[in-house]
Every structure is written in C-alpha cells, then in structure tokens.
C-alpha cells in the first residue's frame, strides 16, 4: 500500500483479556517502530525492528507486552492480560533506513474497561 | 530531567502572523531532528527534518537548528487557521537505531 496501515483502528477489550494489534509497512521499509501516546504523556518508543529482528525492546513497559514481525514486512503487537493503564493509541511507523525520516500510520485506539 | 523538552502552550497567533515554536533536547549527540504536526484524532505527520546546524525552509516552514545550545526551532510563517494543531518535537535516539524521543508538544490556535 501507499502508507502505514494499522488494525484494527479501535478496539475495546475487557481487563485481563489478550489483544493484538497489527502494523502494514509501507512496502519496503526495513525499519520498525511501535510507540504509544497515552494521554497526557506523549509519544513513547516501545520497540524497534530492523527486519525481522528486534534490536531494541526496552521500551516494553512489562512482560505482558511483546511483539514480532514477519517477513520483513507486518509486525504484530500483543499485549497479554490488558489493564487499564494499557489504555492508549498504540502507533507503528516505518523508515526506508535509508534515511531516518519515520512514518506513522493511523494508530489503533485500545481502550480497557 | 526529561530527554525532549516543548512548551505545552498553547501558543495563539492572529492568522497571517509567524508562529515560532521551540524545542530543547538533552542528548548532545543527537544528530535527527524532526517537527510533527497532530491534528486531534489523528496520527502524527511529518512536516520538517533538519540535521545540520542552521536553518532549513520548506515552503511557509523553517526549521532552525542549534546543536551548541540543544535548541530546535519551528517557524511557521503566515500562518493560516489550518495550522492549528499540535506540533511534536522529536530527537533521535542514537542508541536504538533512529527510535524517536518525543517532546509533549505544544498547541498551536491561529485565530482569523
């Protein structure tokens, strides 16, 4: 496609249950990163893939949280055992890795009640 | 103290003024830096990136940078009731292969 795609746009869960979110690279892009804007707290780096490795996960806020990516291309976020406080839009952006310039798609808005 | 630092505003200007909106970093040895606009509800979209010390234009925008005094800028010229948004500082990390460290942003209100 065109640009980041991520699904699904919104979804409402029930504490304790499992989610996964997913990431469409635009075509090509080797790079990939997972962020989440919670409110009031600005954009925060959860992790980074180049290709199909991870590089860097500190960000991951707890054990609950993993992701991995596939053929170099979609990259899937879970989060086990939601809990309130993993309330937030969850973003995913790409760079070609020949420049740094990243690339957000639409983010998907998690709620947990 | 905090990696990226904006004024979370919001800043008002008349339409047709300039809005200058700034940014200060505590990595030294960051060499990316980019400017964001967020419309509320949307995703982040990028409008500026600068590397070098100095000034960068594009089109009504200029991107300063100051890498002696960790300082970034965003001038935005003429400014139209449409650029009423959030604009999101961000700084490379250069530990983690061009992750982003993002300011909180600042609001920006152009009023006609």
């Known amino acids: 496609g065109a640009g980041v795609s991520q699904s699904p746009s919104n979804k409402v869960t029930e504490k304790g249950k499992d989610v996964e979110l997913r990431c469409d690279p635009i075509?090509?892009?080797?790079?990939l990163y997972w962020y989440r804007q919670s409110l009031g707290q600005g954009l925060e780096f959860l992790i980074y893939?180049?290709?199909?490795?991870?590089?860097?996960k500190s960000g991951l806020p707890s054990d609950r949280f993993s992701a991995e990516r596939t053929g170099g291309s979609v990259s899937t976020l879970t989060i086990q055992r939601t809990q309130q406080e993993d309330s937030a839009v969850y973003l995913c952006?790409?760079?070609?890795?020949?420049?740094?310039?990243?690339?957000f798609g639409p983010g998907t808005r998690l709620t947990v009640t | 103290q905090k990696e990226v630092e904006q004024n979370s505003g919001p800043l008002s200007v008349p339409e047709g003024a300039i809005a200058s909106l700034n940014c200060t970093y505590s990595?030294?040895?960051?060499?990316?830096f980019f400017w964001y606009r967020q419309y509320s509800g949307k995703s982040p979209e990028l409008i500026m990136f600068?590397?070098?010390?100095g000034d960068k234009e594009d089109g009504r925008f200029t991107a300063q940078l100051n890498k002696a005094s960790q300082y970034v800028s965003l001038l935005i010229r003429d400014s139209q009731p449409s650029d009423s948004a959030t604009y999101l500082c961000?700084?490379?990390?250069?530990?983690?292969?061009?992750?982003?460290?993002f300011g909180k942003g600042t609001s920006l209100l152009v009023t006609p």
């Open positions: 990595d030294r040895g960051s060499q990316s």
């Open positions: 961000a700084v490379n990390r250069r530990d983690s292969g061009y992750a982003l460290n």
């Open positions: 952006a790409t760079t070609s890795g020949g420049g740094d310039e990243q690339y």
């Open positions: 893939f180049q290709g199909n490795s991870a590089p860097d």
């Open positions: 075509s090509g892009h080797t790079a």
């Open positions: 600068i590397y070098s010390n």
